[in-house]
């Protein structure tokens, strides 16, 4: 009987033991969720975001809709969520703009955008019925700029309809086009074109451009757009293979440079590109600012990624808007928007100093809403190779490395993040390290790093996931001296 008892005792003592751990594991990710939640990024307060929709500047502020589960944190079905802005970095949520109601849209409101028709939001969205066979090109109006009026399908493909989605509009030569992801018979990706007088009545021009057996099996988010009189067409294939350094993600997003006029067939001058370089960035979305900047946001995810932070109650997040352009040779460059350098609050600044060989330089202990702008001068230096590390201490396997390597002349991006499921993988992009200087522009938000190479020539973005005691930064040369300069600034964006 007492041993009975004993056995019962330590039964309760175990489970209450096992409670007790997952407890404390629960209330480590609690805190998390406090500090992966980014400051200056948008992300759902609660449930779970992908693509960024309906982009636009509209009587004063921008919009941005975005692919929204509030149900929970996995995808889920589809609704339009939607915040708006300023200065496209403090936002305001406001209640949903679009949910699954209409017989055509009863299984999810896809990607698609907006537009404005005389002084009127105008949504073009994709709705899905039919297990998601069914997938057909709809529009909603609003009177406010909150809420919408359903106005039903406006374009369906004569076919197959099950991979026909993502209508992207804008207005040119007197008419609406619009441009949607597609697949053909074959199974491989394609962009279709459409245009209409009205925005309700639809005619099919063709297609657009379409891939071949490299290029995937389903082209999503087309975006087609002028930039010096250059036409871009960015996609986000699915079913890429990985090709040495690149397409090392699941999923891809790049761009085409060609020329193209309404009634003319698009001819591409520029292959399939990527457009960033890091673990996470798909779905990109862009819109005109009302300067004229062509400002670029995309999903800071990919798709079946980890998603750490989906224990605490949200999941995704958008990159930080950036302005797109192109080189005179055909390759776009990336910036942060211009907004951003009004959120910088200086802290540290190095000038024009050397670290030796074997030496570190950290630069602070807690890099969590910051900016990192470093100049490294090649002209005095002797290093091999440059490392930057994102840790609790460089020598603890757990973090981020960036690794700067003039043998490969690439920049590495290491993150590995373990007691998470992030298993240790690194992404790479091509730099020229035969120029005098190397300029990284580094964000980290809460779970975010996005670095800017040479004002833009490059893009690596990535999510991260460091405790609060693993954001210590600092730099190190290899195999001999660096020269570098360094500003920090703390990014404070005030939530509306
Ligand atoms: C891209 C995508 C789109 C689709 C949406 C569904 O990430 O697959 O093609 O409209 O997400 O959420």
Redesign the pocket.
Known sequence: MECLLQKTEMKLLSTWLVLLIVNQAISILKTEEVTWHPTYHLAPPKGWI??PNGLIYHNGCYHAFF?YNPENNKEGT?YWGHARSYDMLNWEYLPIALSPSLEDDIN?I??GSAVNIHGKLVLIY?GVSDNFNKQRQMVAISSDDVNFEKRGVVIIKDKDESNF??PKAWFQNGSWWVVM?SQTTDKLGEVLLYSSNDFFNWTYQGVLAGGNESLGYMW??PDFFTINGKQILVV?PQGIKQDGFNYQNLYQTGYFVGDWEPGKNYTIKKGFTEIDHGHDF??SQSFLAPDGRRIQIS?LDM?ESVFAENVTGWSGMFTIPREISLTDSGDLLSKPIREILEKRNQNTDIFDTIISSNQMLTLNNSVFSSEILIEFNFLNSSCQAIQLFLKEEPTIDEGVVLYVDFELNRLFMERYYPKYGLDKSNRSVAIDLSLSKLSLDIFVDSSSIEVFVNDGVAVMSSRIYPNNNQRKFSVAPVNGYVNISLISYDIVVKNQ
Do not use: L, V
């Open positions: 992908n693509d692919q589809k999810g896809f990607s994709t989605r993502d992801g999503e988010c986000s798909y779905a999903w798709w």
